[in-house]
Every structure is written in C-alpha cells, then in structure tokens.
C-alpha cells in the first residue's frame, strides 16, 4: 500500500514552512542578529564597563523591580477581571471588555501623558493623594502604574479563553462532594487557568522591562531613583554611541529571554505533571 499522505487546510509543507522561516526571519532573527554587529569592535571590557555602571545597574533594578511588581499585581486583577467577564452579565460587559484591550491601541506617549496628568499632584487621582503626603508621579509607584496599564490585557486574554473552555459540571461535582466555594476554586479551577496565567504573568513582565513610551513621562527620569533602563539607551543613542547603546539592549533581550524560558519550563512541567496524572 502506498504511502498516504496528511492534508491540512494550507496546502504545501514546503511553501508553508519557507513563508514561516522567512517571516520569522526578517521580524525577528535578524533584528536580533544586528543588535551583535552593533557590538562589532567593541572589546569585553568596553562591554562590561557599559553595562556594570552604577546609573545603569540602579536603572536595571528600577526596570526589573516595579515590572516584576506591576506583572504580579496584574496576574492577581487580571484573573479577576477575566473571571468577572467570563461569569458574569451585566450592562456594559461588551464595553468593558472592549477596553481590555485600549493599551494595546492607544499611543504609548499619549497613555503616558495621560497617566502623568492624572496621577501628577495636581491631578484628578494624585492630588487626592498628595493631600495625605503620598506622591504618585516621578516616583517607582508612577511607574509601576504605568506598567500595570500597559500590562493588564495580557493577563486577561490568556487567561479569558482557557475559564470560558471550563465545563460548569466540575463546578457542580465538586459543590456535590461538598466543596465550598473557595476549595472548589483552588482545587478545580485555579489549576486549569494557573499555566495561562503565567504565562500572562511572563508576557507582561516582558513587555513592562522594555516599555519605554508609557513610563518615560510619569517616571521623571531622576538618575539612581526613577531612571529607568530604555531612558538609557535612547540616550546613549543621541549620544550617537550605538555601542554603548546595544550593550543595555543585548542585557535587556537576556533579561526577557530568561525569563520567557523560565516560564516555559515551569509550563511544561506543570503539563507534564497534569498529563501524568490522567
């Protein structure tokens, strides 16, 4: 009997895969290969004394600290969010979830402008805060909310699909063995949508170390105190010291790819160990 071959909707594994290699190659293979011919002629030592400085170390800690808290906080509301729009109705439920996704549409620096003005002292939001002593704008905190605002879709659209695929009968065989409804959520449901969730976690803490528009304005730039890591590069880049400026870059490309890797692992383990249980 002859070999019978598979068919898919796209006809042609060889075209298909030549597209997708080409494509991925030029949005992304190459960019990244550039960010090493930029480094072309640069010794080590040039390399780590750029990238061990005592601005760009605090800058790191500044980028790393507030996105690690913002991307946290997110995948806390950003599972609430999901849940509330994937179980509940009520009037404006389609608006609100249209909105999920007004960070993705809106300009960085609009949203950033927006953001500063209205956490700023004289602000609708920060001056209610100022009046305590609490200050928002130019401060980690301004920061963090920025980050949180460009971050939140992430969460909610990975983890919306995966409650809208689980089956309400679960629910109601575990309020059947007499689970409550807190048990019913960390034993039935928080394992299905933990490994979407993480991986909303990972796509926003990727996005919020290098974003740039956003943060820029409400962060105040303040050397050692609100300076974040992507001010130093465009500065480095009006500077004209592509070198320089390609070194943080290259550190924050190892940031978000350690981190990216981190979380697959932790993915597939969670899978594997789901799987193994069936």
């Known amino acids: 009997m002859g070999r019978v071959k598979a068919k898919g909707i796209i006809p042609g594994f060889g075209i298909s895969m030549g597209i997708t290699v080409s494509m991925l190659s030029l949005i992304v293979l190459i960019p990244l290969i550039s960010v090493f011919l930029n480094m072309r002629g640069m010794t080590f030592a040039e390399f780590w004394h750029v990238i061990t400085d005592k601005q760009l170390v605090s800058a790191y800690?500044?980028?790393l600290g507030c996105s690690a808290l913002a991307?946290?906080?997110?995948?806390?509301?950003?599972?609430?969010?999901?849940?509330?729009?994937?179980?509940?109705?009520?009037p404006g439920r389609r608006l609100l979830d249209g909105f999920i996704e007004l960070p993705f549409a809106l300009p960085t620096a609009v949203a950033g402008i927006a953001l500063t003005t209205l956490y700023s002292d004289k602000g609708w939001v920060g001056s209610l805060f100022a009046r305590a002593g609490i200050k928002i704008s130019y401060t980690p905190a301004g920061i963090t909310i920025a980050m949180i605002f460009i971050g939140i879709p992430f969460v909610v659209r990975s983890v919306q699909p995966v409650l809208e695929k689980i089956d309400p009968k679960c629910e109601e065989a575990a309020a059947m063995l007499g689970a409550g409804k807190s048990r019913t959520f960390f034993k039935v449901i928080l394992p299905e949508i933990f490994p979407a969730a993480l991986t909303g976690f990972g796509l926003a803490f990727a996005r919020s170390i290098g974003?740039?528009?956003?943060?820029?304005?409400?962060?105040?730039?303040?050397?050692?105190?609100?300076?974040i890591a992507p001010v130093?590069?465009?500065s480095k880049l009006e500077q004209f010291n592509?070198?320089?400026?390609t070194s943080i870059a290259l550190i924050m490309i190892l940031f978000a790819?350690?981190?990216?890797f981190g979380l697959n692992l932790?993915?597939?383990?969670?899978?594997?160990?789901?799987?193994?249980?069936?």
């Open 266 to 278: 932790i993915q597939a383990r969670i899978v594997a160990r789901s799987g193994g249980g069936e």
């Open 242 to 245: 592509y070198a320089a400026a």
């Open 61 to 63: 800690k500044i980028s």
């Open 71 to 90: 991307a946290s906080i997110n995948a806390v509301f950003g599972v609430l969010l999901a849940w509330i729009l994937t179980r509940y109705q009520f």
């Open 211 to 227: 974003e740039y528009g956003s943060v820029v304005f409400i962060a105040g730039n303040i050397p050692y105190k609100t300076q």
């Open 257 to 260: 790819f350690i981190l990216l």
């Open 232 to 234: 130093l590069i465009v």
